[in-house]
């Protein structure tokens, strides 16, 4: 039954690639059909699995074996793992991704490639769903890698836009950095435990030595670096905004990236064993929530603007995980209202786009919630959500952060509640920028609301993005659910609960006067004269520069200069060795003159020699 | 019987022979000079013959008559083929198969 | 004796290609079909065959057939089926239809020769794979080279003579070091067993060389078996003749018969030579990884696409390799696998790009850009054909390359770690050549580009079908190897390693 729930959208995605134009008509219905159906078997087994006791709620279904040389003790089963922890997210993946279906059929209406598009949104959603259900590292690497694709075809899907493919293949080559980790770590659990199973490694790791976990955890940690946009991961995401918005809504806000945060929850017990791995899974949450919140606060392209709040979102998480038990589950708490508020925020922001002919350059909006009603209402219910204001429900599952790395260390702490401070003041700028402040638009453009198909999603979205912090924290419901997965420890944070919340909130309200005093008035044009703070941040903190000085520059060079001396040394090695033999022979041949005479004597001397040579012999 | 006068008389006419063969340019002579190379090797087969009593000598010396026949025969039409079309007879000029 | 039906499979492309000259007033049938019918009749025989493969059977050879040649030296016309050959004929009983089919464009006037080489290639690779005497081994290996010469030198670009030449002359290089081995292997085996013999299994079994004849003679098969595979650095005659040879040949050459290559390896060099096989080990696995890598960072920085594809292949045969030598069971399992995923693969990506590079008579990457939208089907076929060549899970590709890395871990970290890095390089290689070759803006040329038609679509889907079957399920494969992997680990004397921790559990 469960398998079903992949193979919907996985048969979907296969016809409607294989039949080409003929599903041109009915694509999209069915593709969506695919999702929703995917959801509400999601959603039957979830109730199923209610019903069942606590300890009987992990279920595996073993579909077939994959792969298997008995001789070798290798196994790998193609079987999915439906416990506590997967069926949140398959319920996350398929709601928040057939409300984007839903959404991209007004979004996309006018693409002739419609059809591809929601092609690859199946592809997509059933990668991410084997992701999540797989019951083993190497089949979760089958769909890791899945959905690594679906967004490699997404953010190039309009492929005429040399920049669309440039960050496309980025993304791509960026994840299969952090594939190679987790590659190395498949094979490692391997060698040491004989089994790449979850339960298998899981149990394994409380027996083995050190070394095990350490190297296995920062392994992991790399692909997830890779995968959740991570330093030093990260400068793929901003240019994956190339794609369109209903992509970087599903795929590169509420879902994929977060994959990595899910690899290290469903590690738990490999990064239990080792503090330092957990030590520098909270350093790089950290590095990231700050780095991501501060390019976000300098971008005037709102989609960008976005992308590096959900680096930054996704460094919450990741701290989070990183903090053990007391942080696990409300890091996939974060995961799911950041899910849901996150991606209101991009369908609002495809929205705002969709009604200023595709521009993107915040400067040039303003006003637009005076035109646009719900998309304001839904975006703001996001960004309340994000900042966290109780009682919608960022606050829930932020504060719930905020006191875990409080309780692990007061440097952990200083930076989610300095980072909670830069939310604010971004979403601030964001919102400000948007749709208050006086209109900066063109006077050709005339800004509308968008269809219901459009604004339906965003509604659906906002109302979890409002309530799911209540629903899911209510009587300690989430920690009690996700506990048999992934373990839970009451966090103790030095102050009290109230303190921590009251801090929090000034911190955020600190945040949003800031960025309301600096935003009281707002250039057309970029200021060019500014800080070397705000260069920096413009320019992604130098991730890039970074990237091409350290890499690709010296990889070009390399590339060149072997492919020179493959040619010149190697090659000409072979090609100096047909020369030196054509040389030597076109010398040897001078010796044929075509005089007979000089054959003859040559006849008689070489008679002559061997008679010599013989009779030496002889003698 | 002692074959030596016959040996030696053998070697003498194969040296003429193969003098002539690298000295003379006319082709005609050149030619002959190997006929004379040959029959030097017939007269040692037949000595060699008569001295140990049997014939396989004499068979050899047949093959190397037929065989030189039969060279004649080819040997004097690919001259005469050259001289027809070089006006010449000479072996030095005949060099093109070189290199 | 049994029913002969690895001779017949061996000779059903023989008599075609003579068939194809009989006059065409005598015959209903068209070259192109005769071509087409044999090589899927071999099909046919092929599956029948491998229907009939006992995997539970321990024996090394099945279907055994044998004549005697040469007695005097012990020579016999012996043609047997291990698992790993059941796999490569498999794997060339199902390129040989397809090439025929995409290629018809390619013999152009001379038709009727290119057919014929082709089909002259099958015979010659089928019967390699068969042979079971080593002598009869080695001369298939070298006739081999002959329909390629002739395919290279008569039908491929403005340097095909030259390439052609290069192709026979490592061709012939590492045959003759072979032949004088081989020569010596003869008479070592004749001091020691009283008897002159070739046969493979009775030179595995009985044979006991002393170390220093062992590594000579291993090196000697060795030099053979690595130029022709190809390994750096024997490997530049490659990306000079697939720049210079049809799509089809290209197809044929790398998909097919550089596998004699690693075939020779795992099937001929382990099994009689295993003390010298293992000394040499370390050493080859060295060569091999920085093949992988070498292989890897050069196509990055080709300007031509059949450059580019054949560098790619020097990197995968690297990984081949690989797991061939490490000596694990997974990694020899591996290998397998990943001479038929690659075979596969070269083959869509000759194929689709040969559809594409006949169009403008040009391989030239930087000609190119733009086709998303004039070709879109094209462009989705190449992207699948590169995806499975850089091993995307899913994909056939990625359960060999995976395995042979595991393999390799198993025994050798580094060297694994390393060869590891490659799938980050592969990325690059191929997502930029797609990037500069399919998407970005369309120019006035892009637009003349036509696309695949129904037909040439139906020609390349088996190759896509079997990647994605045989990624998601690669246990027919497995089976088939399974026993000749088995029994190559006992006579190399090897075992897999152990897991470092005992599993808690057992399942």
Redesign the interface.
Known sequence: MIAAVIALPALSAALL?SL?NRTNKFGPWMAIGASASSFLIGFWQFLQMLARPEEERTVITTV????????????VD?ALQLDQLSISFVLLITFVGTLIHIYSLGYMSHDENQRRFFAYLNLFVAAMLLLVLADNY?LL??G???VG?AS?LLI?FW??K?T???A??KA??AN??G??GL??A???M??????VSF??VN??V???PAW?SLTIGLLLLLAACGKSAQFPLQSWLLDAMEGPTPVSALIHAATMVTAGVYLIVRSASIFNASEVAQTAVIVIGAISLLMGAIIGAAKDDIKKSLAGSTMSQIGYMVLAAGLGPIGYVFAILHLITHGFFKAVMFLGAGSVMHATDDNVDMRRYGGLSKVMIFTTITFFIGYLAIIGIPPFAGFYSKDHIIEAALSHSWWAGAAVLFGAGLTAFYMTRMVVMTFFSKPRWEDDVHPHESPLSMTLPMILLSIGAASMGIILTNNHMFEHWLEPVTGFVEPEPPFSIQTITIITLSVVATGVLAAIWQYRKIAKVAPKKVSFAVTAARKDLYGDVMNEALLMKP??A???A??IF?KSV??GF?NGL?LFTGGISSRL??S??????SY??SI?LGTAILVIVLLIVRL | MNPDAYLVLSGIIFSIGTLGVLLRRNAIVAFMSVELMLNAANLAFVTGARVWGNLDGQTAAFFVMVVAAAEVVIGLAIILTIFRTRNSASVDEASLLRW | MNFPWLLIILLIPLIASVLLFIPKKYVIFKDQQIALYSSLITLLFVIVVALQFDTSSNAATQFDISFDWIPVFGISFHLGLTGISLVLIALTAVLTPIVILATEHEGQKKNREFLMWILLIEASALAVFLARDLFLFYVVFEAMLVPIFFLVGRFGGPRKNAAALKFILFGLAGGLVMLAALIWLYFAAATQLGRGTFSISALSNELNLDIWTERWLFLGFFFAFALKAPMVPGHTWLPDTAEQATPGTSTMLIGILDKVGTYGMLAILLPIFPNASKEFAPAIIGFAVFGVIYGALIAIAQKDMKRTFAYISISHFGFIVMGIFSFTSIGMIGSTIYMVAHGLSTAGLFLTAGYLIRQKDNSLIQNFGGLTKAAPVMTGLFLVAGLASIALPGMAGFVAEFMVLTGTFQVYKIPAIIATLAIVLAAIYMLWLYQRVFTGNENKDSKNIVDLNKKQILILSPIVVLTVLFGFYPTPIIKIAETSIANTMTYVGVTDPQPIIEKVVSK
């Not at chain 1, 077939?64 to 196994?75: D, H, Q």
């Not at chain 1, 391997?190 to 089994?195: A, E, L, N, R, W």
């Not at chain 1, 044929?592 to 005479?597: F, Q």
């Open positions: 690639l080409g077939y074996e994959w792969l298997a040389v008995p001789a070798a003790g290798f196994k193609f190497l690497y089958v890791w890698e899945g694709l490699y190039g492929q005429h040399p669309a493919a440039v496309a293949k791509f080559v299969r950095v594939d190679f590659s190395l498949i094979m490692t391997f060698i040491v435990f004989g089994s339960s298998d149990e394994g409380l027996g083995a095990v990889g070009q390399l590339t060149r072997l492919n493959d190697v090659d072979v047909g041949r001078k044929e003159t075509g005089y007979v005479r003859a004597m008689v």
